[in-house]
């Protein structure tokens, strides 16, 4: 009886019923199956008149479906399936929280769905390892960063990795995959070069800087980032492993990366790094480190193929950093104090071949002393800024009385 009311009232042809009542009476059709009001045979008459109604040519019926379809874990699959394929505003809830869509459902549906049924997917409260690789190689951009956001997606590291490569250009996308505590720290690095080539094109597109200028300006800036990557790893000495491999894997690991590191007070690169390039175990370098001025660090140094006109700097730094241990605040930055320690030694060597190595040395202590001013110019403006009124009546002729007072 109760179908064919509603068969009579609202699917006739000479109904003359609104969409917006056909999709009232749609949905309080839609519920009463879910609630299980229904005997078997009205139930199997019900998903009979649901099925017709997906051809509906108003999609205020349908969205009113998948609205009252959309978190019942018994709604007809076909209907849902058909929901879920249908245009985004009728999609959108079905993709979002129907428990009845399988990961091949869903699968399909973000191959063939725009960017708005794709980010319905990719923040469901739960998303599997296979959904979420299907959005991160087809998805659109939003839709693969509300997944990066998403903390109930289950995202497997090669899909993280395909993401980088996809979107690593993109600073939402960076942003968004550098605030998981999750990313390895081989991904952030991957991120750190996407950066630094994003920001070299621009400058150079814009010419601000000639291309050696910003190249080299922002493998700098790429070496700095990838000494913070490395004093955030575990403290162990095969912490940096993975991230020495991948350097190495990029053409990044170079003498004068790990000798940055070694004068910003960590070992753990260096060590890290004659492994990786000697083959040798990193428990056995560690023990070569610990005795630098020993013939077998200067054999460990040659097996890794590295400048043996580095050697003498290596060795003051190293002798450097086992002096002032405990005056080193960070693992982060370069110290001045090391640097001037190292400059020293390798200008008494009297040695023309440590010219390079000099010339390095004198690049890193302007970076570091424009750090340390930096810092100190931060410490000085909140420690001495003036009360906002005085701020105001403190103009140019006040400052010049002080001025002369002063001299």
Request: with cysteine; charged share 25%; aromatic share 4%.
């Amino acid at each position: 009886m109760l179908v064919r009311q509603f068969m009579a009232r609202f699917m006739a042809p000479a109904s003359q019923a609104s969409p917006g009542q056909r999709a009232q009476a749609a949905a309080a059709l839609a519920g009463a199956l879910v609630r299980g009001e229904l005997d078997p045979q009205e139930e199997r008459d019900v998903q009979l008149v649901l099925t017709a109604l997906l051809d509906d040519p108003s999609p205020l019926v349908r969205a009113a479906l998948a609205k009252e379809l959309g978190v019942a874990h018994n709604a007809p699959h076909h209907i849902v399936v058909a929901l879920a394929n249908d245009q985004a505003e009728v999609a959108r809830p079905i993709l979002n929280r129907s428990p009845r869509l399988s990961d091949a459902d869903l699968i399909d549906c973000a191959a063939m769905g725009d960017c708005a049924c794709q980010i319905a997917i990719a923040t469901r409260l739960r998303v599997s390892a296979a959904v979420a690789a299907a959005i991160a190689e087809v998805g659109a951009r939003e839709a693969v960063i509300a997944l990066v956001r998403n903390a109930g997606a289950d995202t497997p590291d090669f899909s993280l990795n395909r993401i980088i490569d996809r979107f690593g250009q993109d600073g939402e996308a960076r942003e968004a995959l550098l605030a998981r505590g999750d990313l390895p720290v081989t991904f952030r690095a991957k991120l750190v070069d996407a950066a630094a080539s994003a920001l070299t094109s621009f400058v150079v597109s814009r010419d601000w800087l000639s291309a050696e200028r910003a190249q080299r300006a922002c493998r700098e800036a790429r070496e700095k980032a990838t000494i913070l990557l490395v004093a955030d790893s575990a403290a162990s000495i095969v912490g940096p492993a993975a991230l020495v491999r991948h350097l190495r894997e990029q053409g990044q690991l170079t003498a004068g990366l790990v000798l940055r590191a070694l004068l910003s007070g960590n070992r753990s690169l260096l060590i890290a790094a004659l492994a990786e390039l000697s083959g040798i175990p990193a428990n056995r370098v560690a023990a070569y480190v610990r005795e630098f001025n020993g013939a077998g660090f200067s054999a460990l140094f040659s097996r890794a193929d590295l400048p043996d006109s580095l050697l003498p700097a290596f060795r003051a730094a190293l002798d450097a950093q086992t002096e002032l241990a405990d005056d080193l605040d960070s693992l982060a930055r370069l110290s001045r104090t090391m640097i001037e320690r190292v400059l020293t030694s390798c200008e008494r060597a009297d040695d023309l071949t440590l010219a390079p190595v000099i010339a390095l040395l004198r690049r890193f202590d302007a970076e570091a002393a424009r750090d340390d001013a930096r810092e100190g110019m931060d410490l000085l403006s909140r420690e001495r800024t003036p009360p906002v009124e005085r701020q105001k009546t403190f103009g140019v002729a006040a400052f010049r009385a002080r001025f002369a007072a002063a001299a």
